[in-house]
């Protein structure tokens, strides 16, 4: 079964929300998922976007999607297309499907004038490590991610109002 | 010697490059930047700016900047403060700019609605490492970051085009 790739509209928020749990469920995540239908609609369809989707289907099927967004690099001076998402149900593994939600992501990156995309894989999932060296991807070793959130975020961010 | 944090504006486009070069210097990466000032005045004082800055000054000298951008999470269904790059020139060090260029984006994190910030840090830099737990803020771990860039980026987005 071949399948078709496209960009998602206002009436895919749904399944956009259901693929975003089903990768949480495969990220061994299954709880971490706050977003709703409505932020989808609004960040992602509303006056200004801030992230864009494709969709893949097999025989009227969501069989997998990747959402996107831009950044800027200070090193390049360009915008660098980032990979928030990128996912195949299991039912529709084998067929190629990631690679072309890739292939297409990197048409859209190269058009945009963008010289890089960048995302992030979970140490353990070799498969998708595999795959994204056999591409060219390399990991960029030596860079930890960080993050401030929760109420760590808010107390540094009240420190600011008291300065 | 006390110092101030402002926005920066278009007129500061050449004291934004300067920083970006003394921050790759002491990322070990001083060949690594390819922006000009043009690139910083189209992607950050354009009409629709792709990344912001603040400016760390001391005695009417750039001391210090930090450039961000939002992205968007598909966890938290909302915006996610990206900081890019964080840097105080090492004449200006020890008097709390950092700290305080770090409470300033939390306070516009937390205004703007963002769940979080995030941002990259080298392994080696142990003294930036120390300074981001004491804050709250945590490594990653297990979380890798990939990139696709150069000619490995073009080969796959022309396999788009080829399919």
């Known amino acids: 079964m071949t399948y078709t ?11 956009i929300l ?3 749990h089903a990768l949480a469920l495969y990220e061994r995540e299954p709880e971490a998922v706050k977003a709703s239908v409505d932020d989808i609609l609004r960040d992602g369809f509303g006056p200004r976007p801030l ?10 099927r969501a069989a997998g999607f990747s959402l996107y967004f831009y950044k800027w690099s200070t090193w390049t001076g360009r915008g660098t ?7 195949v149900e ?8 990631g690679l072309g939600l890739l292939r297409r992501l990197a048409a859209i990156a190269v058009d945009q004038g963008c010289k890089r995309m960048e995302w992030e894989v979970l ?7 595999d795959f994204y060296h056999q591409l060219g991807a390399v990991h960029k070793e030596g860079w930890y991610p960080y993050r401030l959130d929760g109420d760590a975020l808010c107390v540094v961010a009240e420190q600011a109002r008291d300065a």
Request: net charge negative.
């Open 90 to 97: 299991p039912d529709f593994r084998g067929r190629g499907i």
């Open 5 to 15: 790739i496209r960009e998602a509209t206002r009436d895919d928020a749904e399944t």
């Open 81 to 87: 297309l980032h990979l928030e998402d990128l996912f």
């Open 123 to 129: 140490d353990w999932n070799q498969p998708a490590r």
């Open 18 to 20: 259901a693929l975003i």
């Open 51 to 60: 992230f864009q989707c494709l969709l893949a289907e097999c025989d009227g």
